[in-house]
Protein backbone atom coordinates (compact mmCIF):
# COMPACT_ATOMS: atom_id res chain seq x y z
CA UNK A 1 0.00 0.00 0.00
CA UNK A 2 1.25 3.24 -1.03
CA UNK A 3 2.02 6.14 1.41
CA UNK A 4 0.84 9.26 0.41
CA UNK A 5 2.69 12.55 1.07
CA UNK A 6 1.93 16.01 -0.68
CA UNK A 7 6.28 16.61 -1.08
CA UNK A 8 8.49 13.54 -1.80
CA UNK A 9 12.30 15.14 -1.55
CA UNK A 10 14.77 12.22 -3.23
CA UNK A 11 18.17 13.20 -1.77
CA UNK A 12 19.17 14.70 1.93
CA UNK A 13 21.94 17.45 1.01
CA UNK A 14 21.98 20.50 1.57
CA UNK A 15 19.32 21.21 -1.32
CA UNK A 16 17.10 18.22 -0.22
CA UNK A 17 16.72 18.45 3.57
CA UNK A 18 16.60 21.77 3.69
CA UNK A 19 13.19 21.81 0.64
CA UNK A 20 12.07 18.67 3.03
CA UNK A 21 12.28 21.28 6.21
CA UNK A 22 10.89 24.57 4.63
CA UNK A 23 7.67 22.46 3.00
CA UNK A 24 7.29 20.62 6.35
CA UNK A 25 7.33 24.47 8.18
CA UNK A 26 4.58 25.42 5.62
CA UNK A 27 2.20 22.77 6.62
CA UNK A 28 2.81 20.22 3.86
CA UNK A 29 2.96 16.29 4.84
CA UNK A 30 6.67 15.55 3.58
CA UNK A 31 9.00 13.10 3.27
CA UNK A 32 12.72 12.71 2.39
CA UNK A 33 13.92 9.95 1.06
CA UNK A 34 18.48 9.85 1.11
CA UNK A 35 20.18 6.54 0.57
CA UNK A 36 24.18 7.72 2.33
CA UNK A 37 25.36 5.22 4.50
CA UNK A 38 27.75 5.93 7.60
CA UNK A 39 30.54 3.37 8.54
CA UNK A 40 28.29 1.28 10.17
CA UNK A 41 25.46 1.12 7.45
CA UNK A 42 23.21 3.22 9.03
CA UNK A 43 21.78 6.71 7.48
CA UNK A 44 23.88 9.90 6.89
CA UNK A 45 22.03 12.61 5.62
CA UNK A 46 23.40 15.53 4.80
CA UNK A 47 24.84 14.42 1.35
CA UNK A 48 28.44 15.03 -0.08
CA UNK A 49 28.85 18.60 1.95
CA UNK A 50 28.61 16.83 5.46
CA UNK A 51 30.17 13.43 4.48
CA UNK A 52 33.07 14.19 1.71
CA UNK A 53 32.79 18.02 1.19
CA UNK A 54 32.07 21.12 2.83
CA UNK A 55 32.20 19.88 6.33
CA UNK A 56 35.21 17.60 6.44
CA UNK A 57 37.33 19.81 4.35
CA UNK A 58 36.62 22.35 6.55
CA UNK A 59 37.00 20.01 9.65
CA UNK A 60 40.60 19.33 8.21
CA UNK A 61 42.01 22.76 6.69
CA UNK A 62 41.25 23.30 10.25
CA UNK A 63 43.71 20.92 11.75
CA UNK A 64 46.35 21.44 9.74
CA UNK A 65 46.32 25.36 10.17
CA UNK A 66 46.29 24.77 13.49
CA UNK A 67 49.44 22.14 12.83
CA UNK A 68 50.95 24.88 10.30
CA UNK A 69 50.57 27.77 12.89
CA UNK A 70 52.05 25.66 16.28
CA UNK A 71 54.81 24.49 13.97
CA UNK A 72 56.04 28.00 12.12
CA UNK A 73 54.23 30.56 13.68
CA UNK A 74 53.63 30.25 17.43
CA UNK A 75 57.89 31.07 17.92
CA UNK A 76 56.81 34.61 16.69
CA UNK A 77 54.03 34.94 19.85
CA UNK A 78 56.91 33.92 22.08
CA UNK A 79 55.66 30.38 22.33
CA UNK A 80 58.03 27.49 22.41
CA UNK A 81 55.95 24.08 21.25
CA UNK A 82 59.19 21.44 20.95
CA UNK A 83 59.03 19.19 17.91
CA UNK A 84 55.09 19.63 16.97
CA UNK A 85 53.49 16.32 15.97
CA UNK A 86 50.82 14.95 14.24
CA UNK A 87 48.59 12.20 15.02
CA UNK A 88 46.53 11.72 11.89
CA UNK A 89 44.20 9.08 12.74
CA UNK A 90 42.94 11.59 15.74
CA UNK A 91 42.66 14.49 13.21
CA UNK A 92 40.50 11.90 10.97
CA UNK A 93 38.42 10.47 13.72
CA UNK A 94 37.64 14.79 14.76
CA UNK A 95 36.58 14.92 11.57
CA UNK A 96 34.40 12.07 11.34
CA UNK A 97 32.77 12.96 14.62
CA UNK A 98 31.91 16.41 13.59
CA UNK A 99 30.45 14.44 10.42
CA UNK A 100 28.38 12.65 12.63
CA UNK A 101 27.27 15.45 14.64
CA UNK A 102 25.93 17.19 11.72
CA UNK A 103 24.08 13.39 10.08
CA UNK A 104 22.47 13.52 13.65
CA UNK A 105 21.43 16.95 13.41
CA UNK A 106 19.66 16.62 10.27
CA UNK A 107 17.77 13.27 11.54
CA UNK A 108 17.06 15.39 14.68
CA UNK A 109 15.52 18.34 12.79
CA UNK A 110 13.35 15.59 10.33
CA UNK A 111 11.62 14.72 13.97
CA UNK A 112 11.38 18.17 14.68
CA UNK A 113 10.00 19.34 11.76
CA UNK A 114 7.55 16.21 11.31
CA UNK A 115 9.69 15.20 8.13
CA UNK A 116 9.05 11.13 7.63
CA UNK A 117 12.70 9.71 6.71
CA UNK A 118 13.32 7.12 4.76
CA UNK A 119 16.97 5.08 4.18
CA UNK A 120 16.99 3.96 0.84
CA UNK A 121 17.31 4.76 -2.79
CA UNK A 122 14.54 6.44 -4.23
CA UNK A 123 13.40 5.87 -7.75
CA UNK A 124 10.59 6.77 -9.92
CA UNK A 125 8.12 3.99 -10.92
CA UNK A 126 5.20 5.67 -12.60
CA UNK A 127 3.64 9.17 -13.16
CA UNK A 128 -0.35 8.61 -11.58
CA UNK A 129 -3.29 10.35 -10.85
CA UNK A 130 -2.18 13.89 -9.08
CA UNK A 131 1.27 12.83 -8.65
CA UNK A 132 4.18 10.30 -8.95
CA UNK A 133 4.80 6.84 -7.77
CA UNK A 134 8.74 6.69 -6.02
CA UNK A 135 9.78 3.27 -4.35
CA UNK A 136 12.42 3.02 -1.63
CA UNK A 137 14.87 0.46 -1.82
CA UNK A 138 17.39 0.15 1.46
CA UNK A 139 16.61 -0.08 4.80
CA UNK A 140 12.99 1.37 4.97
CA UNK A 141 11.78 -0.37 1.72
CA UNK A 142 8.43 1.64 0.61
CA UNK A 143 6.19 2.92 -2.14
CA UNK A 144 5.28 6.53 -1.91
CA UNK A 145 3.26 8.86 -4.13
CA UNK A 146 4.04 12.34 -3.82
CA UNK A 147 1.81 15.21 -5.33
CA UNK A 148 4.71 17.26 -5.80
CA UNK A 149 8.87 15.71 -5.89
CA UNK A 150 12.12 17.61 -5.85
CA UNK A 151 14.98 16.01 -7.34
CA UNK A 152 18.03 16.53 -5.03
CA UNK A 153 20.47 13.81 -5.93
CA UNK A 154 23.90 15.82 -6.09
CA UNK A 155 26.70 15.15 -7.84
CA UNK A 156 29.69 12.08 -8.23
CA UNK A 157 34.04 13.40 -8.79
CA UNK A 158 34.35 13.46 -12.30
CA UNK A 159 36.95 10.37 -13.01
CA UNK A 160 39.78 10.81 -15.79
CA UNK A 161 38.82 8.40 -18.63
CA UNK A 162 40.11 5.16 -17.96
CA UNK A 163 41.27 6.12 -14.47
CA UNK A 164 39.12 5.10 -12.26
CA UNK A 165 38.79 5.92 -8.43
CA UNK A 166 40.05 3.01 -6.12
CA UNK A 167 40.38 5.26 -3.06
CA UNK A 168 43.51 3.84 -2.39
CA UNK A 169 45.88 5.28 -4.85
CA UNK A 170 44.00 7.59 -7.21
CA UNK A 171 41.67 8.96 -4.86
CA UNK A 172 38.41 11.37 -5.56
CA UNK A 173 37.42 14.07 -2.76
CA UNK A 174 36.05 11.36 -0.60
CA UNK A 175 39.80 9.39 -0.47
CA UNK A 176 41.66 12.44 -0.40
CA UNK A 177 39.69 13.33 3.21
CA UNK A 178 40.89 9.70 4.91
CA UNK A 179 43.88 8.96 4.19
CA UNK A 180 45.86 7.64 6.92
CA UNK A 181 48.90 9.03 6.77
CA UNK A 182 50.84 12.13 5.13
CA UNK A 183 51.70 10.70 1.73
CA UNK A 184 55.47 11.79 1.45
CA UNK A 185 54.67 13.30 -2.53
CA UNK A 186 50.90 13.91 -3.33
CA UNK A 187 50.02 14.58 -6.46
CA UNK A 188 47.20 16.31 -7.96
CA UNK A 189 44.99 16.57 -11.18
CA UNK A 190 43.19 19.90 -11.12
CA UNK A 191 44.00 23.38 -9.15
CA UNK A 192 40.24 24.66 -8.79
CA UNK A 193 38.58 24.57 -5.42
CA UNK A 194 39.21 20.94 -4.06
CA UNK A 195 42.69 20.58 -5.27
CA UNK A 196 43.90 23.73 -3.52
CA UNK A 197 41.91 22.78 -0.20
CA UNK A 198 42.91 19.82 -0.45
CA UNK A 199 46.65 20.08 -1.46
CA UNK A 200 46.79 22.56 1.23
CA UNK A 201 45.38 20.23 3.94
CA UNK A 202 47.95 17.65 3.13
CA UNK A 203 50.76 19.77 2.66
CA UNK A 204 50.90 21.72 5.76
CA UNK A 205 51.55 18.28 7.49
CA UNK A 206 54.13 17.58 5.41
CA UNK A 207 53.49 16.08 2.05
CA UNK A 208 55.35 17.71 -0.74
CA UNK A 209 52.48 18.47 -3.38
CA UNK A 210 52.90 19.03 -6.99
CA UNK A 211 49.44 20.10 -8.85
CA UNK A 212 49.21 20.06 -12.48
CA UNK A 213 46.54 22.22 -14.36
CA UNK A 214 45.26 22.00 -17.90
CA UNK A 215 44.45 25.93 -17.95
CA UNK A 216 47.19 28.06 -19.10
CA UNK A 217 45.34 31.06 -16.44
CA UNK A 218 45.82 30.10 -12.53
CA UNK A 219 41.63 29.97 -10.97
CA UNK A 220 40.42 31.79 -14.73
CA UNK A 221 36.95 31.92 -13.04
CA UNK A 222 39.27 34.23 -10.17
CA UNK A 223 39.43 37.82 -10.47
CA UNK A 224 43.17 38.14 -12.12
CA UNK A 225 44.54 40.61 -9.57
CA UNK A 226 43.14 38.42 -6.84
CA UNK A 227 44.15 35.05 -8.09
CA UNK A 228 47.69 36.25 -8.84
CA UNK A 229 47.64 37.83 -5.35
CA UNK A 230 46.86 34.44 -4.17
CA UNK A 231 49.07 32.05 -6.75
CA UNK A 232 51.86 34.30 -5.33
CA UNK A 233 51.30 33.27 -1.54
CA UNK A 234 50.63 29.28 -2.50
CA UNK A 235 53.71 29.28 -4.52
CA UNK A 236 55.60 30.77 -1.07
CA UNK A 237 54.18 28.18 0.48
CA UNK A 238 55.82 25.49 -1.55
CA UNK A 239 52.48 24.59 -3.07
CA UNK A 240 53.62 23.75 -6.61
CA UNK A 241 50.88 24.21 -9.13
CA UNK A 242 52.48 23.44 -13.08
CA UNK A 243 49.89 25.30 -15.51
CA UNK A 244 49.00 24.76 -19.19
CA UNK A 245 49.84 21.29 -18.60
CA UNK A 246 48.24 18.00 -20.69
CA UNK A 247 47.99 14.74 -18.87
CA UNK A 248 48.65 11.67 -20.56
CA UNK A 249 49.12 7.78 -19.43
CA UNK A 250 48.64 7.33 -15.10
CA UNK A 251 50.02 4.44 -14.26
CA UNK A 252 49.40 2.61 -10.36
CA UNK A 253 51.50 0.03 -8.88
CA UNK A 254 52.00 -0.78 -5.50
CA UNK A 255 54.67 1.91 -4.91
CA UNK A 256 52.55 4.72 -5.93
CA UNK A 257 51.23 6.70 -9.87
CA UNK A 258 52.81 7.56 -12.16
CA UNK A 259 51.64 10.46 -14.57
CA UNK A 260 53.07 11.06 -17.49
CA UNK A 261 52.19 14.70 -19.16
CA UNK A 262 53.30 16.89 -21.42
CA UNK A 263 54.25 20.79 -19.85
CA UNK A 264 52.99 23.61 -21.00
CA UNK A 265 56.33 24.48 -23.09
CA UNK A 266 55.29 21.57 -24.58
CA UNK A 267 58.02 18.79 -23.00
CA UNK A 268 57.28 15.86 -21.91
CA UNK A 269 57.47 14.89 -18.44
CA UNK A 270 56.36 12.54 -15.47
CA UNK A 271 55.25 13.06 -11.80
CA UNK A 272 55.62 10.24 -9.37
CA UNK A 273 53.96 10.27 -6.70
CA UNK A 274 52.55 7.72 -3.42
CA UNK A 275 48.90 9.37 -3.99
CA UNK A 276 46.94 11.39 -6.57
CA UNK A 277 43.89 13.00 -6.17
CA UNK A 278 42.28 13.56 -8.86
CA UNK A 279 40.30 17.15 -8.56
CA UNK A 280 38.58 17.76 -12.35
CA UNK A 281 35.14 18.75 -11.56
CA UNK A 282 31.95 17.28 -10.65
CA UNK A 283 29.16 15.46 -13.07
CA UNK A 284 25.05 15.52 -11.76
CA UNK A 285 24.06 12.81 -10.39
CA UNK A 286 21.06 10.55 -11.23
CA UNK A 287 22.30 7.16 -10.67
CA UNK A 288 19.36 4.69 -9.99
CA UNK A 289 16.73 7.63 -10.31
CA UNK A 290 14.90 5.48 -13.12
CA UNK A 291 14.47 9.21 -14.64
CA UNK A 292 13.23 7.77 -18.00
CA UNK A 293 10.18 5.72 -15.98
CA UNK A 294 8.65 9.44 -16.07
CA UNK A 295 10.40 11.21 -19.26
CA UNK A 296 12.46 13.68 -17.15
CA UNK A 297 14.64 15.45 -18.87
CA UNK A 298 18.18 15.80 -18.88
CA UNK A 299 20.93 17.57 -20.80
CA UNK A 300 24.07 16.34 -22.48
CA UNK A 301 26.12 16.70 -18.94
CA UNK A 302 23.14 14.14 -17.67
CA UNK A 303 22.07 17.41 -15.74
CA UNK A 304 18.08 17.50 -14.76
CA UNK A 305 17.06 20.22 -17.34
CA UNK A 306 15.50 22.85 -15.27
CA UNK A 307 13.94 26.93 -16.21
CA UNK A 308 14.82 29.35 -13.86
CA UNK A 309 12.70 28.27 -11.01
CA UNK A 310 13.76 24.75 -10.95
CA UNK A 311 10.70 23.51 -12.74
CA UNK A 312 11.59 20.28 -14.81
CA UNK A 313 9.37 19.12 -17.93
CA UNK A 314 7.28 17.10 -15.68
CA UNK A 315 4.44 18.84 -14.21
CA UNK A 316 4.73 18.82 -9.97
CA UNK A 317 8.64 17.84 -10.38
CA UNK A 318 11.20 20.33 -9.66
CA UNK A 319 15.20 19.67 -9.26
CA UNK A 320 17.69 21.68 -7.24
CA UNK A 321 21.47 21.56 -6.30
CA UNK A 322 24.40 20.40 -7.69
CA UNK A 323 22.01 18.37 -10.49
CA UNK A 324 20.78 20.93 -12.11
CA UNK A 325 22.87 24.24 -13.56
CA UNK A 326 24.54 26.85 -12.29
CA UNK A 327 27.43 26.61 -9.78
CA UNK A 328 27.69 23.43 -7.73
CA UNK A 329 27.55 25.10 -4.07
CA UNK A 330 25.98 24.05 -0.95
CA UNK A 331 24.65 27.57 -0.44
CA UNK A 332 22.67 28.02 -4.11
CA UNK A 333 21.21 23.81 -3.37
CA UNK A 334 19.94 24.92 -0.13
CA UNK A 335 18.52 28.36 -1.39
CA UNK A 336 16.93 26.40 -4.49
CA UNK A 337 15.74 23.98 -1.93
CA UNK A 338 13.67 26.80 0.11
CA UNK A 339 12.81 28.57 -2.52
CA UNK A 340 11.14 25.54 -4.51
CA UNK A 341 9.23 24.52 -1.29
CA UNK A 342 7.68 28.22 -1.21
CA UNK A 343 6.79 27.94 -4.81
CA UNK A 344 4.88 24.23 -3.96
CA UNK A 345 3.44 26.69 -1.44
CA UNK A 346 1.95 29.27 -3.97
CA UNK A 347 4.44 31.80 -2.71
CA UNK A 348 7.34 33.77 -4.36
CA UNK A 349 10.79 31.80 -3.74
CA UNK A 350 13.72 33.84 -4.85
CA UNK A 351 17.25 33.28 -5.56
CA UNK A 352 20.01 35.95 -6.56
CA UNK A 353 22.50 34.54 -8.79
CA UNK A 354 24.06 37.78 -9.07
CA UNK A 355 24.57 37.48 -5.29
CA UNK A 356 25.71 34.02 -4.63
CA UNK A 357 29.30 34.13 -3.04
CA UNK A 358 31.99 31.78 -3.72
CA UNK A 359 34.70 30.85 -0.73
CA UNK A 360 38.05 29.00 -1.62
CA UNK A 361 39.31 28.03 2.05
CA UNK A 362 42.75 27.97 1.64
CA UNK A 363 45.56 30.28 3.23
CA UNK A 364 44.56 33.38 2.46
CA UNK A 365 41.50 32.69 1.97
CA UNK A 366 39.91 33.51 -1.55
CA UNK A 367 35.80 34.92 -1.50
CA UNK A 368 33.97 36.60 -3.81
CA UNK A 369 30.29 37.76 -5.48
CA UNK A 370 29.85 39.46 -8.37
CA UNK A 371 31.66 40.17 -11.35
CA UNK A 372 35.41 40.32 -11.49
CA UNK A 373 37.10 43.48 -13.52
CA UNK A 374 37.75 40.79 -16.71
CA UNK A 375 34.14 40.11 -16.90
CA UNK A 376 33.33 43.58 -16.78
CA UNK A 377 36.02 44.50 -19.43
CA UNK A 378 34.79 41.88 -21.59
CA UNK A 379 30.93 43.43 -21.26
CA UNK A 380 32.64 47.01 -22.34
CA UNK A 381 30.94 48.46 -18.48
CA UNK A 382 32.51 51.35 -17.26
CA UNK A 383 33.08 50.36 -13.52
CA UNK A 384 35.59 51.87 -10.85
CA UNK A 385 38.39 49.97 -8.86
CA UNK A 386 39.46 50.41 -5.34
CA UNK A 387 41.77 48.24 -3.47
CA UNK A 388 42.70 48.37 0.14
CA UNK A 389 46.14 45.94 1.39
CA UNK A 390 45.50 43.93 4.92
CA UNK A 391 49.10 44.87 5.09
CA UNK A 392 47.55 48.31 6.30
CA UNK A 393 44.88 47.38 8.61
CA UNK A 394 45.82 47.15 12.31
CA UNK A 395 44.27 43.99 13.09
CA UNK A 396 45.34 41.40 10.66
CA UNK A 397 48.89 43.04 11.53
CA UNK A 398 47.87 41.81 15.01
CA UNK A 399 46.89 38.27 14.01
CA UNK A 400 49.85 37.97 11.87
CA UNK A 401 47.97 37.49 8.69
CA UNK A 402 48.54 40.55 6.39
CA UNK A 403 48.85 38.75 2.87
CA UNK A 404 45.86 39.74 0.52
CA UNK A 405 43.65 42.76 -0.25
CA UNK A 406 39.80 43.91 -0.46
CA UNK A 407 39.06 44.76 -3.95
CA UNK A 408 35.66 46.84 -4.99
CA UNK A 409 34.63 47.43 -8.27
CA UNK A 410 31.58 49.95 -8.89
CA UNK A 411 29.95 51.21 -11.71
CA UNK A 412 31.32 54.37 -13.15
CA UNK A 413 28.08 56.26 -13.12
CA UNK A 414 25.93 55.26 -10.13
CA UNK A 415 28.61 53.69 -8.09
CA UNK A 416 26.12 50.32 -7.98
CA UNK A 417 28.79 48.02 -6.55
CA UNK A 418 29.38 45.32 -9.06
CA UNK A 419 31.92 42.76 -7.60
CA UNK A 420 33.91 42.68 -4.40
CA UNK A 421 36.65 40.10 -4.37
CA UNK A 422 39.21 39.24 -1.72
CA UNK A 423 41.73 37.23 -0.81
CA UNK A 424 43.19 37.29 3.04
CA UNK A 425 42.50 36.27 6.22
CA UNK A 426 39.19 35.78 7.20
CA UNK A 427 37.93 36.43 3.42
CA UNK A 428 35.00 33.79 4.12
CA UNK A 429 33.25 35.97 6.84
CA UNK A 430 33.96 39.20 5.49
CA UNK A 431 32.43 38.71 2.20
CA UNK A 432 29.22 38.39 3.53
CA UNK A 433 29.02 42.19 3.83
CA UNK A 434 29.15 42.59 0.09
CA UNK A 435 26.81 39.96 -0.29
CA UNK A 436 24.39 41.85 1.41
CA UNK A 437 25.12 45.32 0.13
CA UNK A 438 24.91 44.09 -3.35
CA UNK A 439 21.77 42.70 -2.49
CA UNK A 440 20.27 45.77 -1.53
CA UNK A 441 22.10 47.49 -4.93
CA UNK A 442 24.47 49.14 -2.49
CA UNK A 443 26.84 51.99 -3.88
CA UNK A 444 30.51 51.71 -2.44
CA UNK A 445 29.73 55.09 -1.01
CA UNK A 446 27.54 53.42 1.30
CA UNK A 447 29.82 51.07 2.77
CA UNK A 448 32.20 53.49 2.55
CA UNK A 449 29.92 55.92 5.05
CA UNK A 450 29.21 53.12 7.33
CA UNK A 451 30.96 52.56 10.73
CA UNK A 452 33.25 49.70 11.26
CA UNK A 453 34.28 48.86 13.85
CA UNK A 454 38.36 49.15 14.82
CA UNK A 455 40.21 47.25 15.05
CA UNK A 456 38.56 44.84 12.52
CA UNK A 457 39.68 43.00 9.31
CA UNK A 458 35.93 44.80 8.29
CA UNK A 459 37.67 48.27 8.26
CA UNK A 460 39.29 47.09 5.17
CA UNK A 461 36.54 46.44 3.57
CA UNK A 462 35.44 50.12 4.13
CA UNK A 463 38.59 51.13 2.87
CA UNK A 464 38.52 49.34 0.00
CA UNK A 465 34.94 50.45 -0.86
CA UNK A 466 36.57 54.52 0.01
CA UNK A 467 39.70 53.71 -2.42
CA UNK A 468 37.35 53.41 -5.18
CA UNK A 469 37.25 57.22 -4.78
CA UNK A 470 41.07 57.51 -4.37
CA UNK A 471 40.31 58.41 -1.05
CA UNK A 472 41.71 56.06 1.47
CA UNK A 473 42.52 57.08 5.38
CA UNK A 474 44.96 54.49 6.02
CA UNK A 475 46.58 53.77 2.99
P1 LIG B 1 24.49 16.39 -2.44
O1 LIG B 1 25.05 17.05 -1.27
O2 LIG B 1 25.41 15.65 -3.34
O3 LIG B 1 23.39 15.38 -1.88
C1 LIG B 1 22.72 14.49 -2.68
C2 LIG B 1 22.18 13.38 -1.80
O4 LIG B 1 21.27 12.60 -2.56
C3 LIG B 1 23.24 12.41 -1.29
O5 LIG B 1 23.09 12.23 0.09
C4 LIG B 1 22.95 11.11 -2.03
O6 LIG B 1 23.22 9.97 -1.25
C5 LIG B 1 21.47 11.24 -2.26
N1 LIG B 1 20.95 10.48 -3.41
C6 LIG B 1 21.35 10.53 -4.69
N2 LIG B 1 20.56 9.75 -5.47
C7 LIG B 1 19.65 9.21 -4.64
C8 LIG B 1 18.55 8.34 -4.83
N3 LIG B 1 18.21 7.90 -6.04
N4 LIG B 1 17.83 7.97 -3.75
C9 LIG B 1 18.14 8.42 -2.52
N5 LIG B 1 19.16 9.26 -2.27
C10 LIG B 1 19.89 9.65 -3.32
N6 LIG B 1 30.15 23.79 -1.31
C11 LIG B 1 30.13 24.91 -0.58
O7 LIG B 1 29.22 25.72 -0.74
N7 LIG B 1 31.11 25.18 0.34
C12 LIG B 1 32.14 24.33 0.56
O8 LIG B 1 33.00 24.60 1.39
C13 LIG B 1 32.19 23.15 -0.21
N8 LIG B 1 33.19 22.28 -0.03
C14 LIG B 1 33.22 21.13 -0.75
C15 LIG B 1 34.29 20.27 -0.59
C16 LIG B 1 34.36 19.12 -1.33
C17 LIG B 1 35.54 18.18 -1.13
C18 LIG B 1 33.32 18.79 -2.24
C19 LIG B 1 33.35 17.52 -3.03
C20 LIG B 1 32.25 19.64 -2.42
C21 LIG B 1 32.20 20.83 -1.68
N9 LIG B 1 31.16 21.74 -1.85
C22 LIG B 1 31.15 22.90 -1.13
C23 LIG B 1 30.06 21.50 -2.79
C24 LIG B 1 28.84 20.96 -2.04
O9 LIG B 1 29.18 19.79 -1.34
C25 LIG B 1 27.70 20.67 -3.01
O10 LIG B 1 27.45 21.80 -3.79
C26 LIG B 1 26.43 20.30 -2.26
O11 LIG B 1 26.63 19.16 -1.46
C27 LIG B 1 25.28 20.05 -3.22
O12 LIG B 1 24.14 19.72 -2.51
P2 LIG B 1 23.00 18.80 -3.14
O13 LIG B 1 21.94 18.70 -2.10
O14 LIG B 1 22.64 19.29 -4.47
O15 LIG B 1 23.68 17.38 -3.38
P1 LIG C 1 36.78 22.81 -10.16
O1 LIG C 1 35.86 22.99 -11.31
O2 LIG C 1 36.81 23.79 -9.08
O3 LIG C 1 38.28 22.68 -10.69
C1 LIG C 1 38.65 21.71 -11.62
C2 LIG C 1 39.99 22.10 -12.20
O4 LIG C 1 40.49 20.99 -12.92
C3 LIG C 1 39.89 23.27 -13.18
O5 LIG C 1 40.87 24.21 -12.88
C4 LIG C 1 40.11 22.61 -14.54
O6 LIG C 1 40.72 23.46 -15.46
C5 LIG C 1 41.01 21.45 -14.17
N1 LIG C 1 40.94 20.32 -15.09
C6 LIG C 1 39.85 19.75 -15.63
N2 LIG C 1 40.20 18.70 -16.40
C7 LIG C 1 41.56 18.59 -16.32
C8 LIG C 1 42.51 17.69 -16.87
N3 LIG C 1 42.14 16.68 -17.65
N4 LIG C 1 43.81 17.90 -16.59
C9 LIG C 1 44.20 18.91 -15.79
N5 LIG C 1 43.34 19.80 -15.23
C10 LIG C 1 42.04 19.63 -15.49
O7 LIG C 1 36.44 21.33 -9.62
P2 LIG C 1 36.82 20.59 -8.27
O8 LIG C 1 37.99 21.21 -7.62
O9 LIG C 1 36.83 19.15 -8.62
O10 LIG C 1 35.57 20.88 -7.37
C11 LIG C 1 34.27 20.55 -7.84
C12 LIG C 1 33.28 21.53 -7.35
O11 LIG C 1 32.99 21.30 -5.98
C13 LIG C 1 33.71 22.99 -7.38
O12 LIG C 1 33.57 23.55 -8.65
C14 LIG C 1 32.79 23.61 -6.41
O13 LIG C 1 31.56 23.84 -7.04
C15 LIG C 1 32.63 22.52 -5.37
N6 LIG C 1 33.52 22.80 -4.24
C16 LIG C 1 33.34 23.94 -3.54
C17 LIG C 1 34.16 24.26 -2.50
C18 LIG C 1 33.96 25.55 -1.79
O14 LIG C 1 32.94 26.18 -2.00
N7 LIG C 1 34.90 25.98 -0.95
C19 LIG C 1 35.23 23.37 -2.05
C20 LIG C 1 35.36 22.21 -2.90
C21 LIG C 1 34.51 21.94 -3.92
Request: with cysteine; glycine share 12%.
Amino acid sequence: MAQAFDVVVIGAGPGGYIAAIRAAQLGFKVACIDEWKNAAGGPAPGGTCTNVGCIPSKALLQSSEHFEHAEHHFADHGISTGTVKMDVAKMIARKDAIVKQNNDGILYLFKKNKVTFFHGRGSFVKAVDGGYEIAVAGDTPATLVGKQVVVATGSNARALPGVPFDEDKVLSNDGALRMGAVPKKLAIIGSGVIGLEMGSVWRRLGAEVTILEGMPTFLAAVDEQIAKEAKKAFDKQGLKIELGVKVGEIKTGKKGVSIAYTTAKGEAATLDADRLIVSIGRVPNTNGLNAQAVGLQLDERGAIVVDDECRTNLPGVWAVGDVVRGPMLAHKAEEEGVAVAERIAGQHGHVNFNTIPWVIYTSPEIAWVGQTEQQLKAAGRAYKAGTFPFLANGRARALGDTTGMVKFLADAATDEILGVHIVGPMASELIAEAVVAMEFRASAEDIARICHAHPSLSEATKEAALAVDKRTLNF
